[in-house]
């Protein structure tokens, strides 16, 4: 290809399509693929936008760290979109959110390039790819999975999963327990879950803490330095969004949710999936990989809809797949009720965030002035982090069934903590690692 060692990709395209269109100095050998944007006419701000969501959802394997890394690349670095005071402000208050963050934050890049349209166009272009993605894996998994070579793969893959698991937990450690209490929350959470306690009551009951503490602590140094309290906007919105998911929880909004998906495990219906969906978009903090504890509380062991085995599964799909880590769940609406279970789980789990990061552009500066606020963001990391452990202990149980696997999870989490290769690799890595294991042990 003209001007170009590397093979014409999808990505490659899009990536010389959106640069020349954005920036009127672009050399013309960008054009050489055949896109229709002119030399010296720069592109609008919705496609421009669009385009460049587009090409994260391609290209953006790794997890919500990547994500936003590459974002703010693309954003402040290259394009000089924003500011990096402002996409730091917007990462602060998107964290204050429940949903997939890194998602919200491309869709909160959309409004500020592109208004409420670009938050819209931006937010499909960066989920689409990696649900698309997530459907055909699941119907060839739904297709082929009795198959004997499917199952040796799986062998070695979900040992693997694991071990991305366990990484992501230690490397997020530093920042969730930045001292002995907020230590001392999760752990308390990860035993709490490890015993029957509803999920949301522990993240909640996390950040509760977590606030009652910051509380306390201001009250005693005011006290030893005699000087009275202040009130302020930020401090109003801290107890807003402190108490906005009991409110949530207590409305009868949400007994009427409760009362619609608590069908008995036999019984999948599609308004059943989308409205769990909905409530786990809805009240989730943590990113991705919490999303397993609420899958496995409300799908395998309230429900029993799905196996733990199927949920290390559909966790490994989200891995080897790029864009957001949330398209798991387009992965099992599909093992549930085919393809329109993949769409309904797919827009359930999403539409809570397409509405938050609407809001969190508008609040943005509010959010982070208020000490309440970043209390009550701590202790939902804290407990989130908890809850990641106490279902990546469960997951094991069914991911490491003998030495084989015990030895491929092992090597694997050294491998990821000391070279930190793309996690995908590392699945695919275990997943013939197995199968080779399988082979040569079923031959004999």
Known sequence: ????????????????????????????????????????????????????????????????????????????????????????????????VPGPNSTELVMEVGAERAGWRGLV????????????????????????????????????????????????????APAAFRSPLLALIGGLVCVGYLTGINELLLLFGGSAAAVALSFVAGRYQRGSSGSRPTRGAGTAMGIALGAGPSVLLSSPTASLVAAATAAPAAVITLGGIFLVFLGIGAVMYGGGYVLLAFLQSDLVEERGWLTSAQLLDAVAVGQVTPGPLFTTATFVGYLLAGLPGALLATVGIFLPGFLLAGLVVRLVAR???SPRVRSFLDGVNAAA??????????????????????????????????????????????????????????GV
């Open 385 to 442: 982090l908890g809850l990641m452990a106490a279902v990546t202990v469960e997951l094991a149980g069914a991911a490491l069934v003998d030495g084989a696997t015990l030895a491929i999870g092992l090597g694997a989490a050294l491998v990821l903590l000391r070279l930190r290769p793309n996690p995908a690799a590392v699945l695919g890595a275990g997943a013939l690692l197995g199968m080779a294991w399988k082979f040569a042990t079923v």
């Open 1 to 96: 290809m003209a001007g170009s060692g590397r093979g014409a990709t999808v990505a490659h395209v899009l990536w010389e399509y959106e640069v020349a269109g954005s920036n009127p100095a672009a050399p013309t050998s960008f054009l050489s693929y055949g896109s229709r944007v002119r030399p010296g006419v720069p592109e609008s701000p919705l496609r421009s936008v669009v385009l460049v969501a587009l090409r994260l959802g391609l290209t953006a394997f790794g997890g919500p760290s990547v994500h936003i890394a590459m974002l703010r690349d693309e954003v402040v670095e290259r394009r000089r979109w924003l500011s990096e005071q402002r996409f730091l402000d917007l990462l602060g208050a998107t964290n204050l």
């Open 367 to 369: 959010l982070r002035e």
């Open 121 to 172: 166009l931006s937010g499909i272009a960066f989920i689409a790819p990696a649900a698309a993605i997530a459907t055909v894996l699941a119907w060839a998994y739904v297709s082929f999975s009795a198959t004997p070579a499917v199952g040796w793969l799986l062998y070695g893959l979900k040992p693997a999963v694991i071990a991305v698991i366990l990484q992501a937990l230690l490397a997020l």
